[in-house]
C-alpha cells in the first residue's frame, strides 16, 4: 500500500476516479506525465448509479472491454410509445450493459498500469491557491489522515454534486429543473427479451424522462425512471409502471439506486487558472437518455490533451486551459446542444404526439437524434401536425 506524501509533486491532480478521471489519469501517464486520481468512495464504481448502458463503438476510446466487466451484450433499443407500438433500434456493433463495480475498477487500473496513480478513500474537500492558481489539493485519505498535494494543474471529474468548482471561480451549478431526478431497482425474475434494452415514452408515464428496463442477464435487469422534479417522486412513477407490466409484477428487488443526473445546462467556461472540470461535473450528460459514460470518457481525456499542451508549454492560465472549452464544444458540445433541443420539445409533448411519431420515424432515425443528426426529419414530422408547427420551428 502506497500513501501519497504531503510533499510529492504532481503534474496533474485529478479529483474522483470515475471513467472522466480515470481515463484522464491514463493519457496523462501514457505521455510521461505524473498524474494521481483522488476517490472519495472506498470502493470504485460502488455504488453504481446509471443504467449501465455502453455502445460497443466506447472500445475505440478505450480498448477492448473484457467479458468480466459487462453483464448482457445487447443488440440495440426498442423505445415504446404510449400506445404500446414499439420502433426496434439496432445499433452497428451492438452495445454492453455493464457491471459498473467491475467496469470502473478496470478503468482504473488501466490508469495504474500504465503509470498513473489512483488512491480511493480519498476525500478532496478544500483547494489550494496561490496567486490565482490552484496549485494543489487538501483532505483526508482512508485511514482519516489529513493530507496536502501540490500539482502544476488540477482536474476535477468529481460528479454535479461538489462545491469545490467554486473554489476555483468557476460556476457549475446547474439549473435544478435541468436535473432529472432518478431511482433505479436492480430486479430478479424479470421476463422482458434481453436481448434489447427498452425505453418506454409518455409525459404522463415519466414527465420529461423515460422508463428504461436494461437487462443484465439470467432474468436481471436495471429498472428504473428519470423524471423532471415535480409533486411525485420518482418512485411512484417507476413502482405503478412496474405493477401494471406483466414483466416486471412478480419480479424482486435486490438493490436499489438513485440519484440526480443533469439534462441541459451545457457550459461554456470550464477553466480556471491551473483547473479544468470536466465529466458530469460540467455538465457532459446526453441530455436525452442520460447516458453519461461515452461523455464522461470523452470529456476526460480531451482535458488530459488540454493539460498536456498547458505542461509542454509551462502555461497553466486559464488562457491556455480554456483551450479544453473550445475543443470539447467542437467534439461534443455542439452535438449536446441539438439533442437538448430535441429534449425540450419531447417535454411539451402529449401521449397522442409521441404516438404520431412512433408512426413517424423509422428506427434508424431514433439513434441519429440522440447523437444530435438528422434534426430536420424530426421538424418536419412535428409540422404534420399543426399544433406542433412552433415546436418544429425551434429545431429549424
Known amino acids: 500500500m502506497r500513501l501519497i506524501k504531503d510533499d510529492e509533486m504532481y503534474d496533474v491532480i485529478i479529483i474522483g476516479a470515475g471513467p472522466a478521471g480515470t481515463c484522464c489519469a491514463r493519457k496523462l501517464a501514457e505521455a510521461g506525465y505524473a498524474a494521481i486520481a483522488y476517490e472519495k468512495r472506498n470502493e470504485i464504481g460502488a455504488p453504481k448509479r446509471c443504467g449501465e448502458g455502453l455502445e460497443k463503438k466506447a472500445e475505440k476510446l478505450v480498448g477492448k472491454i473484457p467479458a468480466r466487466c459487462y453483464a448482457q451484450k445487447v443488440k440495440g433499443a426498442r423505445i415504446y410509445a404510449p400506445n404500446g407500438k414499439y420502433l426496434e433500434a439496432v445499433m452497428e456493433g451492438g ?40 496549485t494543489g489539493v487538501k483532505g483526508t485519505n482512508f485511514n482519516g489522515e489529513a493530507f496536502e498535494s501540490k500539482a502544476k494543474i488540477v482536474v476535477f471529474a468529481g460528479g454535479s454534486d461538489s462545491s469545490l468548482p ?144 498547458a505542461l509542454k508549454a509551462k502555461d497553466y492560465s486559464k488562457r491556455i486551459l480554456s483551450e479544453f472549452n ?36 423509422k428506427p434508424e432515425d431514433i439513434v441519429e437524434f440522440t447523437r444530435g443528426v438528422k434534426l430536420q426529419v424530426f421538424a418536419k414530422a412535428l409540422m404534420k401536425n399543426p399544433k406542433l408547427v412552433t415546436l418544429a420551428r425551434h429545431l429549424i
Open 166 to 309: 467554486k473554489q476555483a471561480g468557476l460556476n457549475t451549478t446547474c439549473n435544478p429543473n435541468l436535473i432529472d431526478t432518478c431511482v433505479q431497482y436492480e430486479m430478479a425474475g424479470v421476463k422482458s427479451n434481453p436481448n434489447f434494452i427498452h425505453i418506454y415514452m409518455g409525459n404522463k408515464l415519466a414527465p420529461r424522462g423515460y422508463v428504461w428496463i436494461f437487462p443484465k442477464g439470467n432474468k436481471t435487469a436495471n429498472v428504473g425512471v428519470g423524471v423532471v422534479p415535480g409533486k411525485e417522486r420518482p418512485m411512484v412513477y417507476l413502482n405503478d409502471f412496474i405493477n401494471k407490466s406483466d414483466e416486471l409484477r412478480e419480479a424482486s428487488i435486490i438493490e436499489v439506486n438513485a440519484g440526480g443526473v443533469p439534462v441541459g445546462g451545457l457550459l461554456k467556461d470550464m477553466a480556471s487558472n491551473g483547473f479544468i472540470v470536466c465529466g458530469e461535473a460540467a455538465h457532459h450528460v446526453n441530455p436525452i437518455h442520460g447516458g453519461g459514460i461515452k461523455e464522461a470518457i470523452i470529456s476526460g481525456q480531451i482535458a488530459a490533451e488540454t493539460a498536456i499542451k
Open 95 to 134: 452495445g454492453y450493459v455493464l457491471e459498473r463495480k467491475v467496469f470502473d475498477k478496470w478503468l482504473a487500473a488501466q490508469a495504474a498500469n500504465a503509470g498513473a496513480h489512483v488512491q480511493s478513500g480519498t476525500n478532496v474537500s478544500k483547494l489550494i491557491l496561490e496567486n490565482g492558481y490552484v
Open 326 to 361: 473550445t475543443k470539447w464544444w467542437e467534439v461534443r458540445g455542439n452535438h449536446l446542444s441539438k439533442v437538448e433541443k430535441i429534449r425540450e420539445i419531447m417535454e411539451n409533448l402529449s401521449d397522442d404526439d409521441f404516438n404520431m411519431l412512433a408512426d413517424t420515424f
